[in-house]
């Protein structure tokens, strides 16, 4: 813990800036709960607090190490890291004001107010440009209000604390007018989440410029810990020799082929080998730094049949389990396929659709710009289709698909069903233009249904729901709610049988034993007897969802 | 009547009492069911549920096309009785039998000069064969001579639209007639692919539908899309199966149900065991007279 020094409050630099940021970082953890809180959909989602918490946190990382700075190269790193490092929705929009400022901090040593408030303005027009339909009664809202304090305020005194103390005045009466401008927020009577962290930054700025303790290292790394997210830059300071748990089960070409110089060769890739060959197939366990490599010299001796690839570094945070299928990583191919999912059925499911790689993600564990971009990169394809397959994701992956140098192509799949039928959309035969258009078509094609619980209590579309309960959702809308599972799939069944369409896929999750399942899927089928309805039963093993059931 | 020959192959699937009744003859291809050689004969040797119940237990079944001597066989002992022939041919799309016709053809047209001989490469293959076959039978009653019918044939084969869908492609994919495709044999979620065959007569996949349901329906859709005046559609309408009546049933069923002016009721075919032994069981093929075939 360092005291902090007296701050220039007429101007401030890049010092300033990165102890600002650090503490705002630090702010929006201590917040995180409170601001989490403020989500008014029950349904247990990536919450607005962690995310934005998480997106901050991956700049104040960056400039820990580095006190003496302009203002500019210290407003750059932190967009930087915070496009990165964005999760969900709202950290993507705060990344890309940060982004603005940046650029409106270009060759600046030291900042005034006047270049604050230029700054905030174009934060605000880069967040709304990159918003493809900016929604009032949000983050962005509260910053536009923000900035035309700002300006005003910059125009009476060119000081940057004055100018600060004026869009925090802003901010305070823009959230609280947040409620008023969106419905959603105005049934629950409460304040949008993300303007509410975007307040938390700027309280935080004030109190820092004002002598407030700086929280550096321990605390700042404390607070800062993304408790989901996979460090990438941290691999060299642990002490995993063999960074990959490689497995993989190769069907032979030649049945009995003697295999036995592979396992001489795997023996000098890494460790914990464990190889078995029955004959017809090879099963391997190593651990190891290329597994590119040793997967390339397995298919020599035959088809893969599944492939699993894990990074042990980051296997205790419990987060990334990006799963690789046929990769050959010296060919280049027309194109890729990165999905993001979680649960180990849903994820061979994609792998199965022709996904190079799962990313792990969904409700509640957004992936950060940096895990699909990760992704994106290990695929050495002309043109990569991006599946978000959750509608907190997609921004993340838009946001990749612009900073990347490759040709990445999001398909905005809100829902895992949409993202498999967005597979079965691709053509490989079609152009890169034609199959985004029949990927689209085809996943907007098909209905989702999904069960969950509520994760707190709320009274919301004519519904009053009370924690705990059972959620369905049509499309991501509410549509009923209560303690007994067979009335709500019978709630679903009758929405089914008004649609056209005749096949179901049932995919339960990893807190619903099969058995149930079934009985689910029995009562269904009750209730469709007697419409041209085909019904099956899928392990997806996701969590939250206890049951996603799409309609094609 | 006319005196001439109208011919095709077995892989036709149409049935042998249909041959016989619009009087078309046929050229059988043959094959090998755990190396033991059979005639197709549209199952005379073999009837085609003892075929596939053998296919699905593992056997191995390798289809042989007629060579050059087996069609000049063939063809011979028409124009011998001093009749000309028409032939239409299995698409050379999938097979090489359009060029060992073409062979046979050259080397009797010189022992023969007086004969015309026209193969016609029918680019399409079972049952969508089989309604030209049909066609080209009516019109020969109605009169028309062998040149015109040639020209008829050439002129409309590519009309045939040929679609189907199989609920397992693993025979496809062992027969080397579809290249295998990323996601494209998605076993786990029950992903039946809708084909068609192109203006090449070779086989393409069109779309990946999940649930036979659905693509028992998407299927009649495709009729829709595609035949002459589309619902309107006033022709006939053949349909083949490999050892999946019912499904075929269900497709015949809504066919009827959505095309009021059909000629007929919908045929329903077996796949014969030449077209079998690349299918597998579980193949529903859909035939119908409607736009040309461009790509």
């Not at chain 1, 009370?466 to 709500?488: C, H, P, R, T, V």
């Not at chain 2, 059909?262 to 299918?279: A, E, F, P, Q």
């Amino acid at each position: 813990m360092v005291k902090s020094k007296k701050i220039s409050h007429e101007k401030i630099s890049g010092k300033d800036y990165r102890n600002l940021i650090i503490n705002a970082a630090y702010e929006l953890e201590k917040n995180k709960s409170e601001i989490n809180d403020l989500n008014v959909f029950p349904v247990p989602d990536g919450d607005t607090g962690s995310n934005l918490s998480l997106t901050v946190a991956n700049a104040a990382k960056e400039l820990l190490n580095e006190e003496n700075q302009g203002i500019d190269e210290a407003a750059e790193k932190t967009a930087r890291a915070m496009l990165r490092g964005a999760r969900g929705n709202s950290g993507v929009i705060i990344s890309l004001l940060f982004r603005g400022i940046a650029k409106g901090l270009k060759n600046t040593i030291e900042c005034d107010g006047v270049t604050w408030a230029k700054a905030l303005l174009k934060g605000v027009e880069d967040a709304y440009s990159a918003v493809e339909k900016p929604a009032e009664g949000t983050i962005l809202t509260v910053a536009k209000k923000c900035a035309q304090a700002a300006k005003t305020a910059a125009e009476e005194c060119n000081s940057f604390e004055y100018v600060l103390d004026a869009t925090i005045k802003a901010a305070e009466k823009a959230l609280q007018e947040t409620t008023r401008e969106n419905p959603v927020l105005e049934k629950a009577g409460v304040v949008d989440a993300g303007g509410m962290g975007l307040l938390v930054v700027m309280k935080s700025m004030h109190q820092t410029l004002n002598g407030g303790k700086l929280h550096l290292e321990g605390e700042a790394s404390n607070a800062t810990k993304p408790h989901t997210g996979a460090d990438f830059s941290s691999y060299d300071t642990e002490n995993i020799t063999f960074a990959y748990c490689t497995e993989f089960i190769v069907k032979k070409k030649q049945e009995n082929e003697d295999t036995s110089g592979f396992k001489v060769y795997l023996n000098t890739m890494g460790d914990s080998l464990v190889m078995v060959d029955d004959g017809e197939i090879i099963k391997v366990h190593i651990h190891t730094n290329e597994p590119y490599e040793v997967l390339g010299q397995a298919l020599k001796y035959g088809e893969y049949e599944t492939v699993k690839v894990e990074n042990m570094r980051t296997q205790h945070t419990d987060k990334i389990g990006m799963q690789v299928a046929q990769q050959k990583k010296s060919e280049v191919k027309p194109y890729g396929f990165v999905a993001v999912a979680s649960g180990e059925g849903l994820t061979q499911l994609f792998i199965e659709l022709g996904a190079d790689y799962v990313v792990s993600g969904g409700q509640t564990m957004n992936p950060s710009c940096e895990e699909i971009e990760y992704a994106v990169n290990q695929i050495n394809a002309d043109t990569v289709f991006v599946l978000p397959n959750n509608k907190n994701i997609i921004m993340a992956c838009e946001q990749v698909a612009l900073l990347s140098q490759k040709n990445i192509v999001v398909i905005p799949t809100k829902t895992v069903p949409q993202g498999i039928s967005a597979m079965l959309g691709f053509d490989e035969s079609t152009g890169p233009n034609e199959n985004e258009e029949a990927m689209n078509e085809m996943a907007q094609g098909v209905s989702t249904f999904q069960v969950t619980y509520a994760a707190r209590n709320s009274s919301l579309d004519g519904l009053d729901i009370k924690e705990g309960e059972y959620l369905a959702l049509e499309e991501n809308q509410l549509l009923e709610s209560g303690y007994d599972i067979f009335n709500i799939v019978d709630t679903i069944g009758e929405k089914i049988k008004q649609q056209e369409k005749n096949t179901v896929s049932i995919y339960y999750g990893t807190d619903v034993s099969e058995y149930d399942a079934q009985r689910v899927l029995e009562e269904l089928a009750r209730i469709l007897k007697g419409s041209d309805v085909e019904i099956n039963l899928y392990n997806g093993g996701q969590p939250i969802y206890y049951f996603i059931i799409s309609l094609e | 009547m006319e005196n001439y020959v109208i011919a095709t192959c077995s892989t036709a699937d149409i049935s042998l009492n249909h041959m016989l009744r619009i009087g078309v003859e046929y050229v059988k291809f043959s094959y090998f069911l755990n190396d033991v050689e059979y005639k197709d004969d549209l199952g005379q040797t073999m009837s085609h549920e003892s075929f596939y119940q053998k296919l699905s237990q593992g056997c191995d079944s390798k289809t042989t096309q007629p060579n050059m001597e087996s069609y000049k066989e063939f063809l011979y002992q028409f124009l011998n009785e001093g009749r000309d022939v028409i032939l239409l041919n299995l698409s050379s799309g999938i097979s090489g039998a359009q060029a060992s016709a073409k062979i046979a053809e050259k080397e009797l047209k010189s022992e023969f000069p007086e004969r015309k001989i026209y193969i016609v490469d029918s680019l399409g293959a079972s049952s969508g064969m089989g309604l030209l076959v049909d066609k080209m039978a009516e019109l020969r009653k109605e009169g028309m001579g062998i040149d015109d019918l040639y020209a008829w044939t050439e002129k409309n084969k590519l009309r045939v639209q040929h679609w189907f869908f199989s609920t397992d492609l693993t025979f496809y994919v062992k027969g080397g007639r579809v290249s295998r495709v990323a996601g494209w044999f998605g076993t786990i979620l029950k992903i039946c692919p809708l084909l068609t065959v192109d203006k090449k007569g070779k086989l393409v996949p069109k779309e990946k539908i999940r649930g036979k349901s659905s693509v028992i329906r998407r299927i009649v859709d495709k009729m829709e899309e595609n035949a002459i005046n589309g619902l309107g559609y006033n022709g006939k309408c053949f349909i083949s199966h490999s050892d999946c009546y019912e499904d075929a049933q269900e497709v015949k069923r809504l066919v009827e149900e959505r095309f009021p002016f059909l000629d007929g009721r919908v045929l329903i075919n077996n796949i014969g065991t030449t077209i079998g032994s690349h299918t597998g069981p579980g193949t529903v093929a859909l035939f119908f007279f409607g736009k040309e075939r461009v790509e």
